[in-house]
């Protein structure tokens, strides 16, 4: 794989779980890392910023505070369904909208954009409509605010990565016309400090299930390779698609060979 020696990346979350293994990695590469988290990393990242990712103000302040340009945003950072579910969908979602469309003049030439989303979101075939038409929003507080007259069904957390998987799916060609990429990683399960509100979200019964079937969780190092791989010159053709990183759930969903689970 091509080395990241020498480059620039921003990284949200990088403070814990994905997005802590994605810093140390570069890091450990010869890459720069500028952090946005509201907790500091212990990875020696070359700059911290802190940041709410739920307000538009602080990461527009943030933002100010992070000179240069950048070979790659990886976008990390979120949390689970256990906080207010207007803070799950600007985090999850609005977050991830307001930060890849203030990069279109922060990346270099043939720049990446890699955001984590969740497998959580397989359900977005059915909500379409609904994601267009608050994608359809032109600003953060606009699909706050879209939000708030929609209330979804459900898991918040699960709309909020549906939002985010089609966002990807949906600009890939936009990202590409600007000689850019973005492509999103979609993990199951993986053994991080919020895995327990999983359990309280989604039912322990279904989350232990998943690793019995598997026979462990995902490592913060599996998915964080992915991350890397779609970042890299060898994914080049790669945009716009979002990656199953489960151990082999989705295929057996998708196939029939296991039931859907239920959130």
Not at 90 to 99: D, E, F, P
Not at 205 to 228: F, K, M, S, W
Request: charge should be negative.
């Amino acid at each position: 794989m091509s080395s990241p020696t020498g480059k620039r990346y921003l990284v949200t979350g990088s403070a814990s779980g994905i997005g802590h293994s994605v810093a140390e990695k570069l890091l450990a590469a010869g890459a720069e890392v500028v952090s946005l988290d509201r907790n500091e990393p212990t990875a020696a990242v070359t700059q911290h910023v802190k940041v709410d990712l739920a307000s538009r103000e602080s990461i527009d302040a943030a933002l100010d505070q992070v000179e240069g340009t950048f070979d790659g945003l990886l976008n990390i950072a979120g949390v689970p369904g256990t906080a207010p579910p207007e803070t799950v969908f600007a985090v999850n979602s609005l977050a991830v909208r307001h930060i890849a469309e203030a990069f279109f003049e922060r990346l270099n030439p043939g720049g990446s954009v890699v955001v984590v989303s969740s497998t959580a979101g397989f359900g977005w075939p059915e909500r379409l409509e609904a994601i267009r038409e608050v994608l359809a929003t032109d600003t953060f507080e606009e699909g706050a605010q879209w939000f708030r007259d929609h209330p979804q069904t459900g898991n918040t957390y699960n709309w909020s990565k549906e939002v985010s998987t089609v966002y990807i799916h949906s600009m890939g060609l936009a990202f590409g016309d600007m000689g850019f990429r973005i492509n999103g990683v979609l993990p199951g399960p993986v053994q991080t400090p919020i895995l327990q509100d999983f359990r309280d979200t989604m039912g322990e019964d279904t989350i232990d299930g998943l690793e019995e079937l598997l026979g462990r969780h995902a490592t913060p190092e599996d998915v964080a390779d992915v991350v890397l791989f779609l970042a890299s010159e060898e994914a080049r053709w790669i945009n716009g698609e979002c990656i199953n990183v489960d151990g082999g759930t989705s295929g057996a969903v998708l196939s029939g060979s296991v039931p859907v689970p239920e959130f």
